[in-house]
Structure formats: C-alpha cells, structure tokens
C-alpha cells in the first residue's frame, strides 16, 4: 500500500513556500501531514482546532502513550474466538488466535474515544478491522459486533471480504484516499495524500487553489462553497451509503458519487425513519422538517472542532434558532419556550430537547450516538409497531399506554402528528406485505412534501410496479427535484419496460444517470454515456459480492459466459452465506441447461435458509425441470407451509399435481389461486381443463366463463368456450 506526498501548497510554492505550522502534531509526525502542516501556517487556530478533533484521529500509527495498556498480555474472548493481545521483543503490537496458533500485526489504530479499532494486514493486500476493540474508558477489550454471531468465513467476519477496511472504511478515515482494487489479481493498491481526515479532505477542490497564496481553500476568505456543497462534504462521510466511485472533491454534490440508503428496508430504519442499524446521520437529517428547511451540519457544529458550537445541556445549540424564530433558508424555526414546551420539569434530563428529539443509541456495542431525524417521541406508535420512544426509554418504569395518554394530553394530536402516523403505518404494511399496503404508500407519497421520503416510499413501491396507480407516480415523480425520487422513479418504470423512462438517461444527476443505465441497460447501447457510468460503477464496486453480480449480468447479456460465470462464483464465494448470489447464478447455469449445478446452488440456498420459502420454490422448480418430480411436489408443499399465500407455488403446485394424476388437489390450489388474484384468468382456464380432463365439462365451462369475464380477450378461453358450448352434454346442463 503506498503513502502519496503532495509537498507544496500551490503554483508558487517552489519559489517563495508558504508559511509553515511551527508547533507539533498531537499524533502524526509533521512530515507525514506535509500539505496541512503549510495550512497551519497561515490557519493557526483552525490547525490547532483540527489537531485536537475526532477527525484528526481518524487514523494514527501507534504509540506508547495510548497502546501499550491494549497489547500488554491482554485476552479476547466472545464466546466465538479467544484473541491474545501481546508486545513482542520488537515492540510490535500483536494479535494471536490461539486455536490456530496465526498472528497478525496491529499497523494503525483508528479513532481514540469512546473506543479504538485495530487494522492488521489482509492477505489481499489491504486491512482488516479486528472484532476486538478497547474500550477506552473501561480499559478493556469487546466485542465491536455486540454479541453478533460472525463465525469465521462469514462475508461480515472480521477476516472476511465485508470487513475489509479498504473498501468499507477507509474513504472516510483518510485523505485524497483511492482504494485502487484490481481484479485481475484480486489484490489491493490502495493509496492517499495523507492520514486522518486532514485539511485538504475538506478544502480540495476541483477549481485551482488562490492565486496569490496557493491557498487550496480559496485563500484567507476560504473557499467559496454553498451551504449545501459544505454540508454534502460532511455527509460523504456521515452517511449510510454505497460508493458510486471515490473522486468526491470538496464542492460535489453528494447524488453524484453516493446512493444514499433509505427507510426502504426492514431492519435498517424504523419506519419513521429513526436510526435503527448504524445509520450515521445523513438519512435521518433529510427526512426531517429541519433538514428539510435547509438545516446543514455547519448550523450547529463547529467544522474544525467537529463539536457542537453551543452547550446542549441548556438546550442552547438548539434555542439558538428556535428561541428567536432564525429564518433558514425560506423557513423561520418555530419559536419554542423551553420552560412550557416539555410535561418534564424544568433542568431535568427529560427538558433537555436532544433527550427528546435525539435520542441516543448504541452503536459498536459501546458508541452511543444520537438519532439525527428529530423525530417527536410518539408512544401511540411504540404501543402499534414497536418504535422506541423517549419517553419510556427515559422513565423505566412507564408503559407506552401512560406515556402515550401523557403525551397526547399535553400535545394533543397535530396534522401533522396525523401525517407522520400514516406514513409510517404505510412504511410498516408495506413491510409486512399487507394487502392494502401499496394504496397506503400511494396516499402518502401524494402528501409528501420531503423529497427524501418521496424516495423512500417510491422504492417501497418497485415490488408492486404493477399495482394499480404506480406507474402513474413513477411517471409524475421521474421529474421530481429530488435526485434519489427521480432515481427511484426510473426503476419502477424500467421494470414496467416503459419507454418514458429512457429519459432519465440524460438527467443531470449521475445518481440517476447510473441507475437508468442499469435498470435499462437491455435497451441502452453500450456507447450510451448512462450506461458506461453504470458499468463504472460496477468495476470500482467490483470488490465486493454486489458489484461482482451486476459485472455478471452485464456479461452474461453481451453473450460472455464465462466472464460471467466467473463473476457468479466470486460473488459466491465472497459471501458463504449469500442466497442472492446461489440464487442468481442457478438461474444462469438453469438457462445454460446445466440443471444439476443449478440443484446444487440451490440447495446450498436452502441449506442456509430452510425458512425461505422463495428458495425452496426454486429449489422444486429446478427438480420438476429434471424430472424428479415426486422431490418437487415435497418442496412445493414446504414452501407453502412457509407461506400459505404463496401464489407462484400454489400454481406450480396444481400443474405439477395435474400431471401427477392428483386432479382434486390440484383444483383446491387453483381455487386458493383465483381468491388470491382476481385478475389473471390463468387459473380458472387450467380448472376448465382438469374439470374436462375429468369428466365434468358442465362445470368446465363455468370456470371457462369465470376466466373470460377476467380477461375477455384471452383467446384461449375463447377456444375453449366455443368448444365447450359444441358440447351438448354441456349445453344440456346449462339450458343452452
């Protein structure tokens, strides 16, 4: 792994240097911060502001003073591995696995409080992170997963492929950071301008630095940058999000090399929008009226420091606008009197607005962090879907039907309290998969005003693209303000194989831009610029089991097969217990006949999870396909049992139960058929046949007629209706 040095601050550096910080790095010796050192020339205050911050400590190399205690004989056990913590005679900071006698040797160390992460090499040529992190205040080694079950060869292991630091950690623990994988090899080159989230992280922009000083911060005025290019510089890093690619510069907008994750599926958010899985704060501060009014990072928390400007304690951060009504951007904060706004007493925990409106949640087993979506606690929610609210969270011994009727006594119910309740009940059915679901989602997008939650709600939407009312949003939405709205607009109608939606393959957003080439990339030619960003997207992803899928659909489309199955296998073996990827790759070799392979993958899926019921259908489709077909009904059965509701394997169920003689059985799946979907006329036009086949055409042609009357035009129905109606033992039963 190379270290890349930019010595110099500008074009005139050479002749005339700029100024250079005198004092001493925290940290870091001065030569391996060589640009930002220059900075403090000229900076002093904001370089000593910076040197003491969390951001400063994004990654070090280790010292005594606060990694001796860590690696002096110290032991690792969580009920899964036991690690030794050890300082050999060279000074070196050691990792033992004692069962398998394996060493590695901790390099650096990232962060410093409340907690501290180790990297030891990885075979590929990158770091890993260890399980095992020091808890600074307790002087102790932990868990970092919290008790999560990772054994070894899992993808989220510490040694596994989704732990590697390279692709998963280090763009925002580094400066001018390039992970730089190749494939072909399988091996990292990564490389950066310098350690720890450093000046020129922050001030390197795409336009050349001043003139006169070479100041890369735009000279002593600093940088001319919006708001919101200030704020998507802090959020590409304080986000859940997937790389696009990793060139953002200090002034980008964050849609073009981002995609950020969203309440869109269960587990990651709860259905308000609250952080539930590490979320970071990005997400949340979209989705809030306060992020929605055009609240930025800065508003609150000073650059440098990366503290809050203000005491939170006295809730003065936050009356800072909301004590006077600041206008912020074109809206005025709500003028809030403390002492009244709480049923909490006064200097309480509960009077504190962040208790309320962020509250904290643990992350790393030991990180508490505070939710950024400034959601109002709302027990009425806990007490229907089990979100967690401050109130009970604060008063142990309270229920959420106390807190509730407490709340809403003093509150009341608002609008909007009204609109928040609906939407996140439609998030939730949606969830859950309920029958009404989609219309709720449909009512609540067409009341949205956040453009962030019209996002989210339109991927709630792409498995039901073809409910009624879907297409007609995406369509509105294609031209929503808001790039991830847009983005998950084009997806809706690409599985619909509109032709509205090639439009977005010229959208100002490279967000969009690159989800249209995917979704489309059936109907895109390879030259089409939206296409190729796709493709580029899916190289520099090409580490990790998602970007080895799509580098196989795009393969496996052009015609090269063993490319593509190259990639299956990586992302196969990538992710031991991936389903999706044995999933995908059985229905490759199913096409290329290879119906064995295809068995094998899939019962590998099933082996993983016997609890799917879509693996399982799989499974009996591949078997039916080799003719083993007594092995195919039992995995129908078993997928049924999983999911009584299960349309596709209720059908395949009466086809392969007609073929095997079991008539009656075979009728009562396609009875449970026609209840489940009113519209498909596929299922009464199979009854007709068995009821034929069977020696009862009278009542054939009631099921004829029931699947005409679904789809008029159905020229099979037809058919079988005229010859039905030739009968006369037909026409005898009907009075005809």
């Not at 505070?370 to 027990?379: Q, T, V």
């Not at 199955?565 to 992710?575: I, P, S």
Request: hydrophobic residues 35%; neutral net charge.
């Amino acid at each position: 792994m190379a270290l890349t040095l930019l010595i110099g601050c500008g074009p005139g550096a050479e002749t005339a240097p700029a100024p250079k910080f005198k004092g001493v790095s925290a940290h870091w010796d001065q030569q391996k911060i060589p640009i930002s050192m220059q900075c403090g020339g000229c900076h002093q205050k904001q370089f000593l502001d910076w040197a003491g911050s969390d951001h400063a400590w994004a990654f070090r190399e280790l010292n005594a003073k606060h990694d001796s205690q860590p690696f002096h004989g110290q032991k690792f056990d969580n009920g899964i591995e036991q690690l030794r913590l050890q300082t050999d005679a060279q000074r070196r900071r050691i990792v033992t696995e004692p069962s398998s006698g394996k060493n590695w040797e901790a390099r650096f160390a990232l962060g410093r409080f409340p907690l501290v992460q180790y990297l030891v090499p990885a075979l590929d040529g990158g770091f890993h992170t260890t399980s095992a992190a020091w808890d600074v205040r307790k002087r102790e080694w932990f868990d970092v997963f919290g008790g999560d079950a990772r054994d070894a060869g899992n993808w989220g292991h510490w040694r596994g492929r989704g732990m590697n630091w390279n692709s998963q950690c280090a763009w925002c623990h580094m400066s001018g950071f390039r992970k730089n994988y190749n494939a072909a090899e399988d091996r990292y080159h990564s490389a950066w301008k310098e350690p720890g989230v450093t000046c020129i992280q922050c001030h390197t922009l795409k336009s050349a630095p001043d003139g006169a000083t070479g100041c890369l911060a735009g000279g002593k005025s600093g940088a001319a940058l919006t708001r919101q290019q200030t704020h998507d510089n802090c959020a590409a890093c304080h986000s859940r999000r997937a790389e696009l690619d990793d060139t953002f510069l200090a002034g980008d907008r964050f849609d073009d090399h981002y995609k950020l994750e969203l309440p869109s599926r269960e587990g990651i958010f709860w259905p308000n929008g609250m952080q539930r899985d590490e979320d970071y704060c990005e997400t949340g501060l979209r989705l809030s009226r306060m992020g929605t009014a055009g609240v930025t990072c800065l508003d609150c928390h000073d650059p440098h420091t990366a503290t809050l400007k203000l005491p939170q304690e006295d809730n003065a951060v936050c009356l800072r606008c909301h004590a006077v009504g600041t206008l912020v951007g074109q809206t005025h904060a709500p003028v809030i009197k403390a002492e009244a706004h709480s049923p909490c007493p006064p200097g309480s925990m509960g009077a504190r607005c962040v208790e309320c409106h962020m509250p904290e949640s643990l992350y790393m087993a030991r990180d508490p962090r505070r939710d950024h979506s400034f959601n109002s606690p709302d027990p009425r929610l806990s007490l229907e879907l089990g979100i967690p609210n401050a109130c009970t969270t604060c008063h142990k011994g309270m229920t959420n039907e106390r807190a509730a009727e407490t709340v809403e006594a003093f509150y009341g119910v608002s609008p909007h309290t009204e609109a928040a309740r609906r939407r996140t009940r439609a998030v939730q059915h949606a969830f859950e998969g309920k029958e009404d679901g989609t219309a709720e989602i449909l009512a609540a997008l067409a009341a949205e005003e956040n453009g962030t939650w019209r996002a989210a709600l339109l991927e709630l939407l792409f498995g039901a693209a073809e409910m009624p009312g879907v297409r007609e949003a995406a369509l509105k939405h294609l031209r929503d303000a808001a790039p991830l709205a847009r983005a998950a607009a084009v997806r809706i109608l690409a599985a619909l194989d509109d032709p509205a939606a090639l439009s977005a393959s010229g959208d100002s957003s490279r967000l969009v831009r690159s989800e249209a080439g995917w979704s489309l990339r059936h109907r895109l030619a390879p030259h089409v610029s939206a296409r190729k960003e796709a493709e580029a997207t899916a190289r520099f992803q090409a580490d990790q089991p998602p970007g080895a899928m799509k580098l196989a659909r795009f393969a496996d489309e052009a015609g090269r097969t063993d490319e593509a199955e190259q990639w299956y296998r990586k992302a196969c073996l990538w992710d031991p217990t991936g389903l999706v990827s044995r999933h995908d790759y059985a229905l490759f070799l199913s096409r290329l006949g290879r119906n064995e392979a295809a068995l094998n993958l899939l019962e590998e899926a099933v082996n993983l999870a016997p609890q799917d019921a879509d693996m399982r259908f799989k499974k009996a489709l591949c078997l039916a396909e080799l003719n083993r077909r007594d092995e195919a009904l039992d995995e129908l059965d078993k997928a049924i049992g999983l999911a009584p509701d299960f349309l596709r394997a209720l059908y395949n169920r009466a086809i392969l139960r007609h073929s095997q003689g079991l008539n009656e059985g075979a009728l009562a799946d396609l009875s449970r058929c026609n209840e489940l979907d009113a519209s498909s006329p596929d299922y009464a036009y199979l009854q007709a046949l068995i009821l034929i086949q069977s020696g009862k055409a009278a009542e054939a042609l009631s099921a004829a007629l029931r699947a005409n009357r679904r789809q008029p035009q159905h020229q099979p129905t037809l058919q079988l209706i005229q010859r039905l109606i030739n009968d006369p033992s037909v026409r005898k039963a009907h009075g005809l």
